[in-house]
């Protein structure tokens, strides 16, 4: 291993450059730096060179040109025993060490006044250059593009004058991960900015946030990653207070419970409690404890080892009522109470996330499904129905408390997995159906599971989330007592559906939005 002679040290991050750059130049390495690193190194008594000095030629175009020269990347590039005599015909020292982070572009176009111009300017290219320079000659140079790795490399020098293959390896895995990453964030900001909604190529830049003890099942690895610019009210964002490490199936589950409780107004109270990627119960009220316990009322069963969401400050008596003699996987809400913290912090266990308030606008979102390979990329489901936007078909009208609960249904049954029907009444799921090969059997599991809980399907509305292909769901429904039914509509037994339900005396409208969940 060659010994450590020279680094060039060139970050926008700077947490902890100046301490790293001090143990190097104690160990007698020769440092080259640019712009603010290098001023920020002098200022701290940093023996430094500045690249422009080194290379004799001085920064141009307001610092868009500043490393993109032969001694710099000859010096990075040149093999050891192969380019050493045109190395040394052209005046260029090896380069063994380079320390590079690249400009904060996703810092950058988060703020809500970036302009295009903007953007554009914080788009690293030297930085780029440099680090895959370093990364491709892996070999002899050793690059460094996270702080974390500050320590584990100082270390090395300290105790060999150099740095291991199997880190140099690492390091340069990380780095070309690295610049992916920064020109995915580039490109997608990039693409937003055009018509093209589906980019012939497409590149995802994530972050991994966290590793798991094991996937859905044992036998699996796991890990979880972020977008770079995730949004606040998210799962992908949202801060642990306490408990034990997510699972994936938590993280999966947690997602579905905060996406199906945003979809109501943060005005009124509400709950969602998920078990197994499907809402098992969901309630509106006048406060959010009474939200909870009508969410909880729908199936208690199922509800036990689920995950709790609500939409608004989890107080201290909705908390103490959740996890009182019950056993709770997951609460999330936008914040908590410091009386409810006190309450959860009785049971350690219990995973409980703080998602930070949502933005009604979340515009350009896409939903991932993976399949052996390849990739489905869609829009996210974010259709929204008014009452203004339903049409109904029926001779009965809904009257306003049905309307209500018609749309309350409406937005419960988008989380459900395909083929959904859910039973509500006054802003409660009576009965949820789920995933069942054919409808009527979803109406089937939906009814069984009110008439276990004890809860009456008479007087309830029902919500599907694709059209009926045959009468036999309304025909079930009448018998079950249901008094109005919400679909998207669009088979072309439709006039037969209508037919069935004018006979029943049941009223119902069509959305003419679908809302399959597979």
């Known amino acids: 291993m060659a010994k450590i002679k020279t680094a060039l040290i060139s970050v926008s991050e700077k947490t902890g450059i100046v301490e790293f750059a001090k143990a190097l130049a104690s160990q007698h390495i020769t440092i080259l730096s640019t712009g603010g690193t290098a001023r920020l190194l002098a200022e701290q008594g940093v023996s430094v060179t500045e690249v422009s000095d080194y290379t004799g030629f001085p920064e141009i175009m307001d610092g868009r040109v500043k490393t993109l020269h032969p001694k710099i990347h000859g010096g990075i590039l040149g093999r050891a025993s192969i380019d050493?005599?045109?190395?040394?015909?052209?005046?260029?020292?090896?380069i063994d060490l380079v320390v590079v982070n690249l400009y904060p572009f996703d810092a950058t176009v988060a703020n809500a006044g970036c302009t295009l111009e903007q953007a554009i300017e914080n788009i690293d290219i030297g930085g780029p250059t440099m680090l895959r320079a370093a990364c491709k000659n892996h070999q002899r140079v050793a690059a460094i593009t996270d702080p974390a790795d500050y320590h584990d490399v100082l270390q090395?020098?300290?105790d060999l004058g150099s740095i291991t293959q199997d880190t140099r390896f690492r390091l340069a895995v990380k780095g070309f991960e690295h610049t992916a990453r920064y020109d995915a964030s580039v490109g997608d900001y990039l693409r937003r900015q055009q018509a093209d909604h589906f980019p012939e190529q497409?590149?995802?830049?994530?972050?991994?946030?966290?590793?798991?003890?094991?996937?859905e099942n044992p036998h699996q690895k796991a890990a979880f990653y972020v977008e770079p610019r995730a949004p606040q009210g998210t799962i992908a964002s949202a801060v642990q207070l306490q408990g034990k490490e997510l699972s994936f199936n938590n993280i999966a589950d947690a997602d579905t419970a905060l996406e199906c409780v945003k979809?109501?107004?943060?005005?009124?109270?509400a709950c969602v409690i998920v078990k197994h990627a499907n809402p098992c119960g969901v309630a509106q009220a006048d406060d959010l404890l009474t939200a909870y316990q009508l969410a909880h009322e729908t199936d208690p069963t199922s509800a036990?080892?689920?995950?709790?969401?609500?939409?608004?400050?989890?107080?201290?008596?909705?908390?103490?009522?959740?996890?009182?003699?019950?056993?709770?996987?997951?609460?999330?809400?936008?914040?908590?109470?410091?009386a409810a913290r006190t309450k959860l912090a009785a049971k350690p266990n219990i995973?409980?996330?703080?998602?930070?308030?949502?933005?009604?606008?979340?515009?350009?979102?896409?939903?991932?499904?993976?399949v052996r390979g390849g990739l489905l990329?869609?829009?996210?489901?974010?259709?929204?129905?008014?009452?203004?936007?339903?049409?109904?078909?029926?001779?009965?009208?809904?009257?306003?408390?049905?309307?209500?609960?018609?749309?309350?249904?409406?937005?419960?049954?988008?989380?459900v997995k395909s083929n959904a029907i859910v039973f509500c009444k006054n802003r409660q799921t009576i009965g949820v159906g789920a995933g069942q090969m054919s409808r009527v059997y979803s109406s089937k599991v939906a009814a069984l599971k009110a008439a276990d809980e004890g809860l009456k399907i008479k007087g309830t509305v029902m919500a599907s989330d694709a059209f009926f292909p045959f009468r036999d769901t309304v025909d079930q429904a009448a018998e079950a007592g249901v008094s109005a039914i919400i679909q998207p509509g669009g088979s072309i037994r439709d006039e037969e559906v209508i037919a069935a339900a004018n006979e029943h005396g049941i009223s119902m409208v069509f959305t003419s939005v679908r809302h399959f969940r597979h």
């Open 377 to 415: 990329v869609q829009d996210l489901d974010q259709a929204v129905v008014s009452m203004n936007d339903c049409r109904v078909v029926t001779e009965l009208q809904p009257d306003d408390a049905q309307w209500q609960d018609l749309l309350f249904a409406w937005k419960v049954v988008k989380f």
């Open 304 to 338: 036990f080892g689920g995950i709790i969401a609500v939409n608004q400050i989890l107080d201290e008596h909705t908390a103490q009522t959740a996890i009182e003699g019950r056993f709770v996987e997951v609460i999330i809400a936008p914040s908590i109470s410091d």
């Open 84 to 94: 050493d005599d045109v190395m040394a015909a052209h005046g260029i020292d090896a």
């Open 263 to 269: 979809s109501f107004t943060t005005e009124t109270p």
């Open 202 to 215: 497409l590149t995802l830049g994530v972050d991994r946030k966290m590793t798991m003890r094991y996937g």
């Open 351 to 370: 995973r409980v996330l703080e998602s930070g308030e949502w933005s009604t606008q979340d515009s350009y979102v896409w939903d991932y499904k993976k």
């Open 156 to 158: 090395e020098i300290s």
